[in-house]
C-alpha cells in the first residue's frame, strides 16, 4: 500500500506546517497512535494500512488547539454551526485533501468525524473513535476507560457502542442537543447488533 507523503510523515509523528498543537495535544496523539498501532497489529492488518491507523491518530487534533472562530470559515457549510471545540476534525480533514491533497476518504472521514461519530465510519473511524475517547492519559473513570481498552479490539463493536453511549449520556446530562450524525451512528450500530 502506497501512502500519500502526507500521510506517511503523520504516521511517523511529522505534522503538517499548518498544525496547531501545543505539547500536551502532541502527547495525547502520540498516545492514540500507540494505541491505534496496537489494535491494528491485533487485528494482523499489513503494515501499510498500520500505518494509515497510526496517521489517522497524529491527524485526528492536528487543529484542537486553533482558535475555534479562525476555523468556523473553514468548516464545511453543514457543519458551521458546531460548538467551537468540535471544528476541528472537520476542518483538518478540508485541509489535508485541500492543502495537502490526501484523497483517502476512509482517513479523511475517520478525522473528520472522530468527535462526533458518523454512520459511515469504517473500522479505522470507529477505531480512531474509541481510540481518542480512550486514551490511557485521561484521569476521568480511569478504571472503566481501562476496562474498555482491554477489550479493544476483539470487543470493538461493543466497545464503540459503549463510548459513543458515554457520549451522547453526557451531552444529554449537558442539555445539549445530538447531531443527527451522532443519532445516524447510533442506529447504525444498533442495527448491526440486531443484524439488520
Do not use: C, Y
Amino acid at each position: 500500500m502506497r501512502l500519500h507523503p502526507a500521510v506517511a510523515a503523520a504516521a511517523r509523528g511529522e505534522f503538517p506546517s499548518w498544525a496547531q498543537a501545543g505539547e500536551a495535544r502532541r502527547a495525547h496523539m502520540a498516545r492514540v497512535a500507540d494505541l491505534m498501532e496496537h489494535w491494528a497489529r491485533t487485528l494482523g492488518l499489513e503494515s501499510g494500512e498500520v500505518s494509515r491507523w497510526r496517521a489517522g491518530a497524529f491527524l485526528h487534533d492536528v487543529l484542537r488547539d486553533a482558535p475555534p472562530d479562525a476555523l468556523r470559515a473553514e468548516a464545511p457549510a453543514e457543519l458551521r454551526e458546531l460548538d467551537g471545540p468540535l471544528l476541528h476534525g472537520p476542518v483538518a480533514a478540508r485541509r489535508l485533501r485541500e492543502v495537502e491533497g490526501v484523497g483517502d476518504e476512509e482517513l479523511l472521514d475517520a478525522v473528520a468525524f472522530h468527535t462526533l461519530g458518523h454512520p459511515d465510519l469504517a473500522e479505522l473511524g470507529r477505531s480512531l473513535f474509541a481510540a481518542d475517547f480512550l486514551d490511557p492519559g485521561r484521569s476521568l473513570d480511569d478504571a472503566w476507560r481501562r476496562s474498555l481498552r482491554d477489550r479493544m479490539p476483539d470487543d470493538r463493536s461493543d466497545v464503540v457502542r459503549a463510548v459513543l453511549r458515554a457520549r451522547i449520556s453526557h451531552s444529554l446530562e449537558a442539555d445539549r442537543s445530538l447531531r443527527p450524525e451522532t443519532v445516524a451512528f447510533w442506529n447504525v450500530l444498533v442495527e448491526e447488533v440486531r443484524g439488520g
